[in-house]
């Protein structure tokens, strides 16, 4: 199980990182449209409304891969919590 936790916090880095990755790529296209005025050219517009949604949704991920990641490790730690009692219950009854 402390395996387990170990590589759920690992995939959720990986995750977030990645997600970082992309939205840093995002916002340097947003910067590079933002030097266009608004309502001049509809297709710039359209675009730069595009990567705002874009980064938009990216920021919304990060935030959902942190919510399961809390979600899948408060699951896990209440499942070894509950095995290590039951372990040390077994031992109390042996003894030991």
């Not at 977030?16 to 939205?23: A, C, I, Q, S």
């Not at 449209?33 to 920021?59: C, F, H, Q």
Request: glycine share 6%.
């Amino acid at each position: 199980m402390i395996a387990d936790i170990h590589k759920r916090e690992k995939l959720e880095e990986e995750t977030l990182e990645k997600v970082d990755v992309e939205n840093a790529g995002l916002e340097f296209l947003l910067g590079q449209v933002r030097t266009w005025s608004l309502g001049n050219y509809p297709s710039v517009d359209m675009r730069r409304t595009n990567l705002e949604r874009e980064i938009i949704a990216l920021k919304k991920a990060g935030w959902d891969e942190r919510l399961r990641c809390w979600r899948d490790l408060v699951m896990l730690k209440k499942e070894l919590r509950e095995a290590l009692e039951e372990y040390h219950l077994i031992l109390a009854a042996e003894g030991l």
